[in-house]
C-alpha cells in the first residue's frame, strides 16, 4: 500500500509488456519480405539475390531492436523501482517499437528514395532519445538500486548517446542524398565495443 501512496510501483510489469512488445515488433518484421512468383526468377539463387534489400532491412531493423531491448534490459536491470514518469515514457517507447515493422517495410519498397529512410532512422532516434531522457530521470530522481554508483551512472549516461547520435549520422546521409545510409549502424556493435573498453580502463584508473 505504501508504494502506491508514494507514486512508485514494480517494474515487473512493464518489463512484460516491453518484452512482449519487443517481440511482437521482431515477428512482425519477417511478413513484410514476401516471395513473389516463381515465374519472376529462373531459380531459387536468383530469387534470395532479388530479394537482398528486403533480407537487409529486416536484418537490420531485427539488430536494432535486439540492441534497443539489451538497453533497455540493462537499464531496468539496475532501477529499483518506477514511477507514473518513467510509464508514460515507456508506454511512448513502445509506440515508437511498434513502428519499427512499418518504417522498415518503407525504407524498403522504396529503396531507390534517399529520404524513404529517414523514416526508420527517425524512428529509432526517438527510441534511443526516449531511452536516454529514462536513465537520466532514473538516475537524478533516485529510482536506481543503492549499489549503484555515479561512474556506473555516468558510463551508462555515454552509453545510451550511441543510438540516437548513430541516428542523427545516418539522417544527415539521407539528407545529402545517400540511398544507403542506414548503414550507418553496422557501426554500434563497434561503438559499444569501443566505449566498454575506454571506460573499463577509465574506471581502473
Same mark, same amino acid.
Given at each position: 500500500?505504501?508504494?502506491?501512496?508514494?507514486? =512508485?510501483?514494480?517494474?515487473? =510489469?512493464?518489463?512484460?509488456?516491453?518484452?512482449?512488445?519487443?517481440?511482437?515488433?521482431?515477428?512482425?518484421?519477417?511478413?513484410?519480405?514476401?516471395?513473389?512468383? /516463381?515465374s /519472376?526468377?529462373?531459380?531459387?539463387?536468383?530469387?534470395?539475390?532479388? @530479394?537482398?534489400?528486403?533480407?537487409y532491412?529486416?536484418?537490420?531493423?531485427?539488430?536494432?531492436?535486439?540492441i534497443?531491448?539489451?538497453?533497455?534490459?540493462?537499464q531496468?536491470g539496475?532501477?529499483?523501482?518506477?514511477?507514473?514518469?518513467?510509464?508514460?515514457? $515507456?508506454?511512448? $517507447?513502445?509506440?515508437?517499437?511498434?513502428?519499427i515493422?512499418f $518504417? /522498415?517495410?518503407?525504407?524498403?519498397?522504396?529503396?531507390?528514395?534517399?529520404?524513404?529512410?529517414?523514416? @526508420?532512422?527517425?524512428? @529509432?532516434?526517438?527510441?534511443?532519445?526516449?531511452?536516454?531522457?529514462?536513465?537520466?530521470?532514473?538516475?537524478?530522481?533516485?529510482?536506481?538500486?543503492?549499489?549503484?554508483?555515479?561512474?556506473?551512472? =555516468?558510463?551508462?549516461?555515454?552509453r545510451?548517446l550511441?543510438?540516437?547520435?548513430?541516428?542523427?549520422?545516418a539522417?544527415?546521409?539521407?539528407?545529402?542524398?545517400?540511398?544507403? $545510409?542506414?548503414?550507418?549502424?553496422?557501426a554500434?556493435?563497434? @561503438?559499444?565495443?569501443i566505449?566498454? =573498453?575506454?571506460?573499463?580502463?577509465?574506471?581502473?584508473?
Amino acid at each position: 500500500m505504501s508504494v502506491m501512496i508514494e507514486g =512508485r510501483f514494480p517494474k515487473n =510489469r512493464l518489463e512484460a509488456l516491453t518484452d512482449g512488445m519487443f517481440a511482437i515488433a521482431m515477428t512482425i518484421l519477417v511478413l513484410g519480405i514476401e516471395v513473389p512468383a /516463381t515465374s /519472376t526468377y529462373p531459380d531459387a539463387v536468383s530469387l534470395v539475390l532479388g @530479394l537482398l534489400p528486403e533480407l537487409y532491412h529486416y536484418t537490420l531493423a531485427f539488430g536494432m531492436l535486439m540492441i534497443l531491448w539489451v538497453v533497455h534490459h540493462r537499464q531496468f536491470g539496475v532501477v529499483d523501482h518506477i514511477d507514473s514518469t518513467i510509464l508514460w515514457l $515507456s508506454g511512448i $517507447s513502445l509506440l515508437f517499437i511498434a513502428l519499427i515493422p512499418f $518504417s /522498415t517495410s518503407l525504407a524498403t519498397e522504396y529503396g531507390e528514395d534517399p529520404l524513404a529512410p529517414i523514416f @526508420l532512422e527517425a524512428n @529509432l532516434l526517438v527510441i534511443g532519445c526516449i531511452y536516454a531522457v529514462i536513465w537520466q530521470y532514473t538516475a537524478r530522481n533516485r529510482l536506481l538500486k543503492p549499489t549503484i554508483d555515479q561512474d556506473r551512472i =555516468r558510463v551508462t549516461t555515454y552509453r545510451t548517446l550511441i543510438v540516437p547520435i548513430t541516428s542523427i549520422i545516418a539522417i544527415t546521409f539521407a539528407l545529402a542524398g545517400s540511398t544507403w $545510409s542506414t548503414i550507418a549502424y553496422l557501426a554500434i556493435p563497434f @561503438l559499444k565495443m569501443i566505449h566498454t =573498453r575506454l571506460s573499463e580502463r577509465a574506471m581502473t584508473k
